[in-house]
Each structure stands twice: as structure tokens, then as C-alpha cells.
């Protein structure tokens, strides 16, 4: 079955830096555009960023550009997100999502995602 696992959250700095891992099975890795989206407190879950299946292509949200890095490693069945320069509002829950599209399609709505992982916790803070 299909799994994803997210790690890599934890405590940072504001103008700090965390990175996020997804390991992934259970499907055809390589076939499948994946994206992190993260959801805060009380608000719904949102799309912040993308990659295609053979890493060729990367979007961001507005609010990420220029300070988030998404990447794959294909071999491994990984994604990665660099954070850097976090703001207090990075503060969320973050997750890992498969695409229900293959290729080079990467949604912005979550509802075009099948499965996700159960998260893991960045929390930015003084």
C-alpha cells in the first residue's frame, strides 16, 4: 500500500532553517508528481509547493518563493523541502502528497492529491 512518511520538523529560529524529508512506497515513485502542503491551526490545508516526476520542474507558493527548495531523489523514493529564512507563519503541520496525475502535472488543489503522510511539525519560534 501506499505510504509516505514526513520528517525533519522541529523548533527553529525565525530567519532560521529546517529540512524536510518524505520517504515514500507503495507506488511508482518516479511516475508521480508529488507536492508538501502544510495546514496551521484552525485553518485548512494548503498547497506549498511542487515537483514533477522527474524533478525537472519546481512551484511554489507566493509566500515561499525565494526561501523554500522543493527536490527529489528518485533512487531513493525521497522528497525533500529546504526551508530557509523561516517566518513565524511557516509555523504548521507539513505533509508530503502524491499526485493522482502522472508526469508533469503538479495541482495547486489538494483535492487532486490521493494520498498524504501523517506530517510532521515545524514550529517557528523566539
Known amino acids: 500500500q501506499v505510504e509516505l512518511v514526513e520528517s525533519g520538523g522541529d523548533l527553529a529560529q525565525p530567519g532560521g532553517s529546517l529540512r524536510l524529508s518524505c520517504a515514500a512506497s507503495?507506488?511508482?515513485?518516479?511516475?508521480?508528481?508529488m507536492s508538501w502542503a502544510r495546514q496551521r491551526p484552525g485553518q485548512q490545508l494548503e498547497w506549498v509547493s511542487g515537483i514533477t516526476s522527474d524533478g525537472s520542474k519546481t512551484y511554489y507558493r507566493d509566500s515561499v518563493k525565494g526561501r523554500f527548495i522543493i527536490s527529489r531523489d528518485n533512487a531513493k523514493n525521497m522528497i525533500y523541502l529546504q526551508m530557509n529564512s523561516l517566518k513565524f507563519e511557516d509555523s504548521a503541520q507539513y505533509f508530503c502528497a502524491k499526485s493522482r496525475h502522472d508526469g508533469d502535472y503538479v495541482p495547486t488543489l489538494m483535492g487532486e492529491y490521493d494520498y498524504w503522510g501523517l506530517g510532521t511539525r515545524v514550529t517557528v519560534s523566539s
Open positions: 507503495g507506488f511508482t515513485f518516479g511516475s508521480a508528481a
